[in-house]
């Protein structure tokens, strides 16, 4: 039976097995509900501010006092935000980046960089307005939404990872991750003054845990770990065929030998692959597309 196009995204987004796109729909979900009860009290079919109440429970407040109320908020507000620029530029980051880094890490590997980087960002915005005078006194009233600082740690994660990696951007042509990376830290060091000082201050906590992991990664140390081991593919079976032989395609190289490659690459990074290990991982990646 043919799904809907709603039971298609449904099924790409939540039972594909691709993290990426579940973190691209719990922001996109979140985002669209609290747009739906935000119009529920402009068309008037309600005095009562639904979409601020709810958002009073996702938010994560500057306050030490605030956040021990509400102490969930320190990982719901990286999948919580507000304005159709702010979610869909966030997005486009965490897709494009994401790719990349799907393409030569494993998908635990980045479930937990997007997740420990939202919670890098949002432990580092707690102290800097409870211990740094000039924002202690803002702390009571302000706040925290976005997913920018798990998204800055895929980006900076992937840029550590492969520094000389090219992406072309619109306006600018062929751009190396390493220069786009420095360019995004840059930027948030010097909003710090600005109005989004809070925002900034947790783009450079994600940042710095993508920089540190994949740091520690090439050591030897794999932080993803603590979310335990991921799934093993299922080995194929060898089924006799007599039919004709068929115009050979290239063989995908086995999940045993694409481990070793991808342990390869945080060892000792990219450029340590031979031609063949290189064309393997391409390979791979095309069938991993073509599977989500």
Known sequence: MKRSWIGDLWHKAFRSGNPLYVLIAINIVVFLGLGVLSLVRVLGITDAPLADYVLSWLQLPASVSGWLRRPWTIATYMFTQQGLFHVLFNMLWLFWLGVIFLDFLKKRQFTFVYLAGGLAGGVLYLLAFNLIPVFRAEAFRTVLIGSSAGVSAVVFATATLLPDYTIRMLFFGNVKLKYLALVFIALDILAIG???????????????????????????????????RERKKRKLRVVRNDAPAAKEEPLVPNQEVIDRILDKISQSGYESLTKAEKEALFKASKQGQNEY
């Open 194 to 228: 600005g109005l989004n000082a809070g925002g900034s201050i947790a783009h450079i906590g994600g940042a710095l845990l993508g920089f540190v992991y994949i740091k520690r990664l090439q050591s030897g140390q794999d932080w993803s770990r603590m979310l335990g």
